[in-house]
């Protein structure tokens, strides 16, 4: 059982930023490394939609449209963290942030929400215009 604890929401004018933050815990035998890491959304009344995703080994990195060029992901794989950098915030961007993790994850599957076993509880991210 792997879990998953995201940090570094909170409120921000439109055009500032935000880091997030998901640690990822197990017992033993286990490697962080081989584990996709992914940022999912989900605003007030809507679906839950894919934002950003990076790769274990290899840390290849995928971005929805809508972020793209202002968000960034990356991995600490010794702190066994992945990070979402977010610039340019906008209102839009306002909804709950959740950090999602699974090992056996294949590109065409990365941006659905079902593919992933294991989620943290969500950090709120709030954009005032």
């Known amino acids: 059982q792997v879990q998953l604890v995201e940090s570094g929401g909170g409120q921000v004018q439109a055009g500032g930023s935000l880091r997030l933050s998901c640690t990822a815990s197990a017992g033993t035998l286990w490697n962080f490394r081989t584990y996709t890491m992914t940022w999912f959304r989900q605003a007030p009344g809507k679906e839950r939609e894919f934002a950003a995703a990076?790769?274990?080994?290899?840390?290849?990195?995928f971005y929805a449209d809508s972020v793209k060029g202002r968000f960034t992901i990356s991995r600490d794989n010794a702190k066994n963290t992945a990070y979402l950098q977010m610039n340019s915030l906008k209102p839009e961007d306002t909804a709950v942030y959740y950090c999602?993790?699974?090992?056996?994850?294949?590109?065409?599957?990365?941006?659905?929400?079902?593919?992933?076993?294991?989620w943290g509880q969500g950090t709120q991210v709030t954009v005032s215009s």
């Open positions: 999602a993790a699974d090992a056996r994850v294949i590109n065409s599957a990365i941006r659905a929400p079902g593919t992933y076993d294991y």
């Open positions: 990076i790769k274990g080994n290899g840390g290849s990195t």
